[in-house]
């Protein structure tokens, strides 16, 4: 009954640890050297970019669905309905939102938005 519970060096995960970390001090004094801000942390934790960088401008008609402007915004669609939960506006993905509100969404992600004309 007085096993060790102790992991060895082969059996401790490390799975979540930044790439030469052997443990969380390693990751801490990664940190420190990069200057506090957790830069090493982030840039292992952030991955791949999956998501491209948005487009500078879109041009959009008068009403939009949430999952067409996530489209044009190049993100995903969650990431979207998060940010128009900050703005108090809750909605799926098949919701449609107005000009105002998906200029607001673009303004937060810096991108130029434009009304279509109607002819």
Do not use: W
């Not at 960088?53 to 489209?71: F, K």
């Amino acid at each position: 009954m007085d096993e060790d519970l102790t992991l060895s060096d082969s059996e401790k995960p490390r799975y979540l640890l930044p790439e030469g970390c052997q443990d969380l001090n390693d990751v801490i004094r990664l940190q420190e050297e990069a200057g506090g801000g957790g830069s090493a942390l982030k840039a292992h934790a952030s991955g791949p970019a999956s998501e491209s960088a948005p487009p500078v401008c879109i041009t959009i008609s008068g009403l939009v669905t949430v999952g067409a402007l996530a489209h044009l915004l190049q993100l995903k669609s969650y990431r979207l309905i998060c940010t128009l939960i900050k703005f108090k506006t809750f909605a799926c993905v098949t919701s449609v939102i107005s000009f105002d509100t998906a200029a607001k969404v673009c303004a937060y992600y810096g991108v130029a938005v434009h009304k279509a004309e109607d002819f």
